[in-house]
């Protein structure tokens, strides 16, 4: 048994059901504006558009997990995408 658990987890103990409905409003919202721009990102930076998708999913989903604030707000960010297209 883990003895102290993953940030994330901590808040799915004490989640009350009654946040559900602006949780997932808020998720659809977000999802329908970071995914064309993560999408757009990678191509600015000369990589494949599903570079991009993994790269605004996979770190969220990760990030609700272990990170140590529930109020963080997290994204793709354009000022990135002209410096990994001049590194390639």
């Not at 949780?23 to 970071?34: C, E, H, K, Y």
């Not at 494949?48 to 996979?58: F, H, N, Q």
Request: hydrophobic share 55%; proline share 10%; aromatic share 6%.
């Amino acid at each position: 048994m883990l003895q102290k658990w993953p940030p994330g987890l901590q808040v799915a103990r004490s989640y009350k059901i009654s946040w559900l409905r602006g949780d997932l409003i808020a998720a659809v919202v977000l999802t329908g504006l970071l995914i064309p721009a993560g999408m757009g990102y990678a191509e600015v930076a000369g990589l494949p558009p599903v570079t991009g998708l993994y790269a605004t999913i996979v770190p969220l989903l990760v990030y609700a997990v272990v990170g140590p604030s529930r109020l963080l707000v997290l994204g793709p960010d354009s000022a990135l995408a002209p410096i990994i297209g001049a590194s390639i």
